[in-house]
Every structure is written in structure tokens, then in C-alpha cells.
């Protein structure tokens, strides 16, 4: 397709040798063979033998890209001034004892490469009619020994294209090869010889390279259009499998679940097989699955019980696909995925790829699902362009070596090309590692958009299943997905012009959303599972002083290793409400705890002033359903704020002016969180 493409869009006129027939030309990847090309080709020139003028091109397919068109290409050719002319390679395969024999090359590559040619079509005919070989026997060889023999190559007028002026071999020059953009497309520029190339072969282990540049030449990407290609062949909805891993604790799990139930694709399309390896995570997937079994058709479901390894199950799953005709696609998710586009299966199926993945990263970093660039021994290595795709500076649906966590496989494509390929089992690697090396050495694309906005990447290192709810502490390696669950909906409304979501039901009491509904009940159920509230009295160890001049019975956060991740919220959350109110003041806060008040055992709070600049005190569950009466009376307005609104906060003065008091709480259990900024 990507040869094709390019044979297109410079109006080539191609003829496709051996197109359906069955490869007996060895394996050329590993050592000599390729001569059932010549074959192919001595057929196919005795039908141009005659024509004087014809200008014949030989190249490879599947592994060729064309930068220019053939009104270039000819006028190079002409300027050789030769009959027929080889391209050229530092290396002389595959019979290095042939090196002394070649005419000398002082500036140059010295050696015939047989992945491509151009010449005359008697000259061509007149060579290609002397194989008499097998399929199996090398081509290279056989040029390399007609160009040595000076009769022949006096008598064919043949050269070598020593300076890549139309033939590129990527093997032992990558590091000649550069990518020069022009107005509206890209060309493949040799820096050694200065010149620009319009045959670009990825001959030997440079494929990868060759998928790079790619994605750039000749307009697959510009800086003036963007993606060139990524609206070419796209393609309708189908039935999948959707496996879902959960291989470690992962932070923000019930959410990944959940995602799924909102995908925009139709649900009884969809087969889930989960793999969850974490005795921790069991309750996650039974209530994810409890709630919206009725969406999907079918699950299978491996638990820890199983004891299936990471490779054993991917297998597992990919081979119910491959024996199932109807499987169109297949679809995997790592827990540690937060696919936040619902339109993501509808936007890889229609990209029309054999592989394909989203294009994810950590917030704020580069950590992304995918590698542009391999080291030789096969690991990550830094690509040129890598940082412009994370960062989205450049977007379009881009070839590369590797990817990871989250991608789309052509079911098609798992039955066929992939069908004898062991994809994640083998002996030393890692099931990722195995996954893109059988990929890439079956020759099949695998591609990365960035296209879309699909998510991020979510970070599972210390993440301390221990706790209640770990989430809670997720502030610092997470911040999207925590502010996402334990924000208020309508938090960032505060900070829009044409809304005012800032109250103030007394003079100087400023009343504002701060915490969702679900932060507010996971940090009650923490501190009432750590338990030690204090006694609400005057002696108090926790303090400097030892003393407590009104007391309450709380908790404070330090008790619950929660001190910094309270002052990362107060930070991000709470520092940007003050310096709407009180511009230039940059607040401290100290004093952080959750009060309990009971009718049995504190009810209320005597009139007093907080030892503070200002206070923060969070509503955390709900007047008149959790508790009856409770609210707050500042003295000196006559003010009552009697109804406070879960994760809702107030701000007011301290020490200073708001005299106030905590009014008696008649039923249930009132919590609220306060914080004394600046004490």
C-alpha cells in the first residue's frame, strides 16, 4: 500500500511482477536468494525488447518508497549518460571476494546493489535473458558478475549510482539520510553527497528506518498540511474482542472499568475476555460487571485464582480470536490505560490498519505507549521526531517499531499473516517485547495515532493497596485522574467570567465548590477506619504546646500520612480561590484535620476565633439525611449558615474578625475538614 501510494502520486506507470504466485526465492532476510525476481522480470522485458527509447525501472515493493516523479527520475537518469545504471551499497554481498575486482571508487559507494535499477529496455532485456538459474539462487550475484566482467559492462554501457543520485540504500548509510522538508512535501536527503534521492530502499535491517521516513515522504506529513494519508482507505465498524488486563494494582481502576460501558460503539458488538491477576481489584471487576452485564454479549472472565501468567493469558485471548471468523478486530487494554475518547474503537477501526494503537502518554511527560526508534539490540532508542509526536507538534498516524499497553488488531490479520506466530510466549522477553518483534519480523505495520485526543497513561508506582482507598493518595503521580474523581464538578466554573459560582452568605464568608461527592466519603470512611479521634480536650499531644484552647474530636492528617497530599490540594486547589479573592497573597497552611461532632459526644463548638489568617472548612456529607441541626454562627454579623452543602467550602477570616460558633448537631454524625491557613 505504501509503495502504491507513492507509484500514484507521481502517475508511475508500474507493472506488478509476481503478484499472487508463490514466493520460491528463499529467504532473502537471512541469506542469499531473490533470483525468482529476475525470472519474473526476463518475462515480463521480452514483451519491451524492441523499443529503442523505453526506459525500464527495477525495484523492490515492499520495501521501496518513491520521493519523486519520473520526470526527475529520467532527467537524472540521462545525466549518467550510461545505458543502464545500478544502485549502490558500502557492502559487497554476497561474495565479499568479489571487492577486489570492482572498478575503484574514490568518493562514493563502491558495490551493485540489485534492489534497484533503471535502463534501457534492450540493455535490460539483453541481461536478464542470461539467467538460467534457480529461483532460490541470489540476483545479486548474478548482476554483480555481468557489471565485473569489463566486455559486459563496456558492452550494456552500465555504472553504479555511487552518490545516490536516484537509488537510496538505507543499510550502511542511515546516518547519511536526513529528512528535508519543502513547500508541502518531504524529501529523503543524503548529507554525505548532497543530493536527493528518488528511489528510498530500506534494503537489509533498515525497515524500520524505512517506516520512518515514511511517514513523511513524500506527503504522508508536512508542516503545511499535516497528515497527508490519514483519510485514505477508511473503513466501517465491526465485531471484536475486548481484552482487558489487570496484571499489578493500578490506581483509578473502577474508572478504566467504567470507560468501557460508555464507549460509542454498539456494546452487542463487543466480547469482553478480563484478565485480572490482583485478589485486590476482584471487587472492582464483580461490581463493574454486576452493573453492566446486560451491555455486552459475552465475557470471560480469568481471575487470580487461575494463577494464568501475563503471556498466558493474552494468548488465551487472542487465540479466541483467531478462531473466530466473526472476531473482526481485536481490541487490548492494560489496566493502567485511561481511554477518555468514547470514539476511540470507531476511530482505529477506520484508520484501516493491521495494527494500530492510540496515541497515550503520563501527564506532563514524555513516558508515552510507543517507541519510534530501536537500538540494535532491539530497545528503546530515542527517534528524532519523538518528542513533536508525544507533544502533538506533529499529528498524523505514524509507522513505528513499537507500542504498547493499548492496540487494535485486524482479526483478519491474527488468521493470516500472524496466524503461526507465537505472539507473547517466548523464553527471556517480556510479552510486549515478544509481541512487536513477531510483528515486525512477519512484516506487519504497526502504526500509533496521535490524531485524537484518546486519554493518558496512568501511573501505578507507588500505588499502596493497603489503604482504604488508595486513590485518595494518587494527587502527586496522577493529578488528572484524581481531579477528575475527587474535584467538584463544578469546580473550574469558579474561574469563568461570565459565571460566579463564589457565594458569600455572610460578610467576608466566602462559600465555593471544592470535593465531589466520592472524596467526600472516602476520607470519612478513612478516618473512621483509623479511629483515633481525639477526646476533645484541652491536653492535646499532637501540638507543640501539648494544649488546645477549643478542642475538637478529630483527626488530623499527618495521623493518616495524608499531611503533603493535603497540601498539594490546598495547593492546587484551593491557593488559586485565594488569589481570586485576595490577589498578591500567597496563604501556609499548617493545621489540617477532619472534625466529628455527635450529639453524644461533641454537639457543637463554643464561640471563638480560629487560630488562623484565614479558614477552609469543607462540608463532608449531608444536613438533614447524614444529620440534623449543626451549621455556623459568626457572632459579630448575626450571621447563620445553617444548610452546608456537601464539598462545598467556606473561606473566612480567623483571628481577627469572624468571632464564631459551631452550632449543636441533634442527630446522626456531621464531619467537616479544616484547614487554619497561615496560624
Known amino acids: 500500500l505504501r509503495f502504491m501510494r507513492t507509484i500514484r502520486q507521481f502517475n508511475y506507470t508500474v507493472q506488478v511482477l509476481g503478484l499472487g504466485e508463490e514466493w520460491k526465492g528463499g529467504d532473502v532476510a537471512r541469506t542469499v536468494g531473490g ?124 555504472t553504479l549510482d555511487h552518490k545516490s543520485h536516484i537509488f537510496q540504500n538505507l543499510n550502511g548509510a542511515i546516518e547519511e539520510v536526513v529528512l528535508k522538508f519543502e513547500k508541502s512535501r518531504v524529501r529523503v536527503r543524503n548529507v554525505a553527497y548532497d543530493t536527493l ?27 503545511e498540511h499535516g497528515c497527508g494519508i490519514c483519510d485514505d482507505d477508511l473503513l466501517d465498524l465491526s465485531d471484536e474482542i475486548v481484552c482487558l488486563c489487570v496484571f499489578q494494582p493500578t490506581p483509578f481502576l473502577e474508572e478504566f472499568l467504567e470507560r468501557l460501558a460508555t464507549l460509542n460503539y454498539p456494546h452487542t458488538r463487543i466480547r469482553l475476555f478480563i484478565h485480572n491477576n490482583v485478589v485486590y481489584h476482584e471487587q472492582h471487576v464483580e461490581r463493574f460487571w454486576t452493573r453492566h452485564r446486560s451491555l455486552f454479549p459475552g465475557v470471560r472472565t480469568i481471575g487470580p485464582e487461575e494463577n494464568l501468567r501475563q503471556d498466558q493469558a493474552r494468548t488465551m485471548a487472542v487465540e479466541a480470536c483467531k478462531k473466530d471468523v466473526s472476531c473482526d478486530y481485536f481490541f487490548s487494554i492494560d489496566s493502567d490505560v485511561a481511554l477518555t475518547n468514547p470514539d476511540v474503537l470507531r476511530i482505529l477501526i477506520e484508520e484501516n490498519k493491521s495494527v494500530i494503537a492510540p496515541m497515550l502518554s503520563r501527564h506532563g511527560k514524555l513516558w508515552s505507549n510507543f517507541w519510534g526508534a530501536l537500538s540494535p539490540e532491539g530497545f528503546y532508542s530515542r527517534a528524532e521526531d519523538y518528542i513533536d509526536i508525544v507533544q502533538s507538534k506533529r499529528v498524523g498516524v505514524w509507522n513505528v517499531p513499537y507500542i504498547t499497553q493499548v492496540y487494535l488488531i485486524r482479526g483478519e490479520t491474527l488468521r493470516s499473516r500472524l496466524s503461526a506466530v507465537s505472539l507473547y510466549q517466548q523464553e527471556g522477553m517480556d510479552p510486549d517485547m515478544i509481541f512487536c518483534k513477531s510483528v515486525r519480523e512477519q512484516g506487519v505495520f504497526m502504526f500509533v495515532s496521535n490524531r485524537d485526543e484518546f486519554g493518558r497513561l496512568v501511573s501505578s508506582t507507588s500505588y499502596n493497596i493497603s489503604r482504604l482507598h488508595p486513590d485518595m493518595w494518587q494527587i502527586f503521580n496522577n493529578p488528572v485522574d484524581w481531579r477528575e474523581k475527587y474535584i467538584h464538578e463544578n469546580y473550574s466554573k469558579i474561574f469563568e467570567d461570565d459565571e460566579n459560582f463564589i457565594e458569600q452568605p455572610c460578610p467576608d464568608v466566602y462559600w465555593f465548590p471544592a470535593f465531589s461527592d466520592r472524596m467526600c466519603d472516602e476520607l470519612v470512611e478513612t478516618m473512621e477506619d483509623f479511629g483515633g479521634w481525639s477526646g476533645g480536650k484541652h491536653n492535646d499531644e499532637r501540638l507543640s504546646g501539648g494544649y488546645e484552647n477549643v478542642p475538637t474530636v478529630d483527626i488530623h492528617m499527618n495521623q493518616i500520612q495524608f499531611e503533603k497530599e493535603w497540601l498539594k490540594f490546598l495547593k492546587d486547589y484551593i491557593v488559586p480561590v485565594t488569589e481570586k479573592l485576595y ?13 466529628r461532632y455527635r450529639p453524644d459526644e461533641q454537639p457543637s463548638l463554643r464561640p471563638h476565633h480560629d487560630s488562623s489568617t484565614f479558614t477552609i472548612n469543607i462540608a463532608l456529607n449531608r444536613k438533614d439525611i447524614d444529620y440534623e441541626g449543626g451549621g455556623c454562627r459568626f457572632l459579630r454579623y448575626d ?3 445553617e444548610s452546608p452543602r456537601k464539598g462545598w467550602s467556606f473561606m473566612h477570616p480567623g483571628r481577627l474578625t469572624h468571632y464564631h460558633e459551631g452550632l449543636p448537631v441533634t442527630r446522626g454524625t456531621r464531619y467537616i475538614m479544616v484547614s487554619f491557613v497561615d496560624p
Request: proline letters at 5%; charged letters at 25%.
Open 639 to 641: 450571621c447563620k449558615v
Open 197 to 223: 534521492p528518488v528511489v528510498i530502499h530500506g534494503n537489509g535491517p533498515t525497515k524500520l528506518q524505512l517506516n520512518y521516513l515514511g511517514n513523511y515522504v513524500p506527503t504522508a506529513w508536512t508542516y
Open 35 to 158: 533470483g525468482q525476481k529476475v525470472r519474473w522480470l526476463k518475462k515480463e522485458v521480452e514483451k519491451h525488447k524492441d523499443k529503442q527509447n523505453t526506459v525500464i525501472m527495477f525495484v523492490d515493493s515492499y520495501d521501496v518508497i518513491l520521493a519523486s516523479g519520473p520526470e526527475e527520475l529520467l532527467k537524472k537518469f540521462s545525466r549518467f549518460s550510461h545505458r543502464v545504471v545500478f544502485s549502490a551499497e558500502g557492502f559487497c554481498w554476497p561474495d565479499q571476494r568479489l571487492s577486489s575486482k570492482y572498478p575503484a571508487v574514490h568518493h562514493g559507494k563502491r558495490y551493485l546493489n540489485s534492489g534497484g535499477f533503471i535502463g534501457y529496455a534492450p540493455e535490460i532485456h539483453a541481461i536478464v535473458k542470461q539467467w538460467k538459474h534457480k529461483d532460490d539462487d541470489d540476483d545479486q550475484l548474478f548482476y554483480t558478475r555481468i557489471y565485473l566482467d569489463k566486455e559486459q559492462r563496456r558492452k550494456f554501457n552500465i
Open 583 to 595: 490577589p498578591g497573597y500567597s496563604p501556609r497552611a499548617v493545621m489540617n484535620f477532619v472534625v
